[in-house]
Every structure is written in structure tokens, then in C-alpha cells.
């Protein structure tokens, strides 16, 4: 899978926590997305973890000392930092945001990120009390009034006991970070897409209610990718297990209703509404306050009223429209109607009944139906390339 950190240059400085362990697993994630990684370890962080561990995951010798004649890296420093895409500090400690935010150069990482005109990602760890004092904060702001990123840190408990904010961020987390950084003055840059996920389910009682089996990974898939070629984006999803993405403005709804709500709001300001929501067509009529109970009864039934169609529905002059239709049958003609019948752009048609094309796995293959008739049939894919073949699809529909 090509995604958006393949063949792009890394380097990854760690300094003295005890989270150092968490760097050599951002090490191997970012080695495995297609990454080239070169790694400056501090002198302290050298106390926690050793450089060969980093050596035998990125397969490339660890800058550790400025002046060590022996290492190409080190004395080719400045080169690191032109090459560099992404800089990324995890974990930085109290004492290297206070050497990177007063400019200091006395060793490899220091220097470097010092050379660099690449963006710059700090990941703070440490003590919830050493992050929390003015002076490191003080520290941080200067980082961030400089264009540098702060990711985290995250609320937890801590090495030395205490809960509170301190831990490294999830690498997870950090790849979407060093993903969004880097994709920032992508393609579709300060474009404003709104993107729907998951399926909506619909009150029966307090207890049950009316669903179907989307995950929400396909719009999620979709946010991600726009996200990484620099648009601005917002998220509306029902509701899903998967964690809200990085950088990512995500408002949650439970039902149709609330969903048609929120997209017509959000799409007055927008440039490209992608609907991958499955979105229920009907709900029940009444919702009971309280619990409904079996009787003796074999039969149960529930009256139905449809829901409104969403995407026929919000007409802004400009916004780009795109549809998704999850079909057992008839992919094509059910997917031509629906884009007469919704106004849209395009619409993206996926068999669901095929194991690797449904709900709840990482890849599909669908069919590309446009406006005017043209129908694109795409090979299977990841979802996030699906994701940005329709982001491709998009961006022709602005123009120059």
C-alpha cells in the first residue's frame, strides 16, 4: 500500500525518557509505512535503550555524537536535516524542549533541527508536574509560536506513580501526526470537505435500537486522506468504535435526523461533501420512554416512516457532492439512478457481499459513476487509496 509517509525521509530523534521504548515501536511503524527513518539518539536517552536497537530496525547506523568521525551520519548532520521531510522528537523530554526552544546546538539533534527548514514535531514525556511548570510551558509556547507541532502529551498514569498529563501519545497517534504535518501544503490545501461515516441507528426504546453493519472505515478512510493532502476537514460520524482521527474536526450523531441536521450545517461553508455514511432510510414512528417489554405474544411489530434522503436534500450553489451506494445487486443501474435521483458529482458503488469489498475490512473495490454517465471500475484497495482516488475524482471537479 502507497500511503502517505512511502519514501519520505524521517528523522526520528530520542531523547532521555523511559518512554524511549515507544520510540523504537514509532521506529518500526514508520519503517513498515514505506518510510525512510534515521534516528539522532541523545546522550542521556542512550542510558534507557541502545543504539543497536534502532540500528536493526531501521537498518541504518544512529547518530549519537556530533563529533564522531567514524559515523557518516554525524559528520553529514546538516544533510539529515536537509533531506529531512519530518522531524519528529519522541519522546522529548522537559530539558530538549528547553534546549530546542532556546536554540541550542550542542549535540546531533540539537544541530539538526536547528539546519532544518522541514516541519518539526515535538511529543512531550515526562512528569505531570515538570509539564505542568510555568517554565516548561513557557517552553512549549515558544515551540508552538515557531510553526513547531506539539503533539501531546497525553493524560495518564505515569513512571512515577501519579496520573495526570505526561505520557507519550500513542505511536499510532504520531504517525497521524507526522502523516497530517507532512501533507499540510498538499494538493487540496485549505480546501473545506465534509465527510460522513458509520451507520446511524435509530431509537426503538431506551435500550434497542434500528442499525446496519457499517464500521465508519471508509469515511474514516476518506477524512484521513483529504486531511493528508492539506484540506481543512470535518467529520460527521454515527456511531463507530474506531478512535477520533488526528487533526480532524469530528462531531458525533446518533440518528438520520441528527445527521441531516448537522450536514446541512456544515455544508453551507463547504467546498466537497463526501457522504460515505449508511445512513437508515427509515426509523420508527413512535420511540418509547421507557423499556418495551415481551408478552406472550410471537409477533412484534414496529411502524416505520422513512427518513429524509440527506444528500438530495442540501443543495449549496458550489459544494462538490459525492455519494456512496452499498449494493448486493445491480451495482451499476441502482448506482446511475441514484445519482440522477440525489444531484451528485459522482457516485462510489461497492458489491458489500464480497469479503473483501464490505463492511468492517480494510480494503474495497468499487465503481466510479459520474454525472455524465462515465463509469470507472477500480481495482481492489486499501481504503485509504480508495480514499484518495475519489479525493483525485474531487479535486478535477475545482478546477484550476
Known sequence: MKGPLSKKNIVLGVTGSIACYKGLDLASKLIQSGAFVEV???????????????????????VTDLFD???????????????????????????????????????ALGTTILATKSPVIVAPAMDGNMFNNPATQENIAKLISRGIF?????????????????????????????????????????????????????????????GNRSS??????????????????????????????????????????????VLTRECHSADALVMAAAVADWR???????????NDSANWSIDLIRNPDILEGIKEGNIIKVGFAAETENLIENGKSKVKSKGLDFIVANDI????????VDTNKVVIIHSNGTVEKLPLMQKYEVGNAILDRVKTGFGS
Open 353 to 360: 457481499t464480497k469479503p473483501d469489498s464490505g463492511f468492517s
Open 40 to 62: 539522532i539518539m541523545t546522550k542521556s536517552s542512550m542510558r534507557f535503550i541502545s543504539p543497536l536497537s534502532f540500528k536493526s530496525i531501521t537498518h541504518s547506523d544512529v
Open 216 to 261: 465508519g472505515k471508509m469515511g474514516y478512510a476518506v477524512a484521513q486522506a483529504a486531511r493528508d493532502r492539506g484540506a481543512i476537514v470535518t467529520l460527521v460520524t454515527g456511531p463507530t468504535s474506531l478512535p477520533n482521527p488526528v487533526g480532524i474536526r469530528t462531531i458525533k450523531v446518533e440518528d438520520a435526523l441528527q445527521m441531516g441536521e
Open 69 to 107: 568521525s567514524k559515523s557518516k551520519q554525524s559528520i553529514n548532520h546538516v544533510a539529515l536535516a536537509e533531506n529531512a521531510d519530518a522531524i519528529i522528537v519522541a519522546p522529548a523530554t522537559a530539558n530538549s524542549i528547553a534546549k530546542i526552544a532556546y536554540g541550542l546546538s550542542d549535540d
Open 284 to 294: 420508527p414512528v413512535q420511540v418509547s420512554t421507557t423499556k418495551m417489554k415481551k
Open 150 to 210: 506539539v503533539a501531546g502529551p497525553a493524560e495518564g498514569r505515569l513512571a512515577s506513580g501519579l496520573a495526570g498529563y505526561g505520557r507519550l501519545v500513542e505511536v499510532s497517534d504520531l504517525i497521524e501526526v507526522l502523516s497530517m504535518t507532512i501533507g499540510r501544503e498538499g494538493d487540496l490545501k485549505d480546501k473545506n470537505f465534509v465527510v460522513s461515516a458509520g451507520g446511524t441507528q435509530e431509537s426503538i426504546d431506551p435500550v434497542r435500537t434500528l
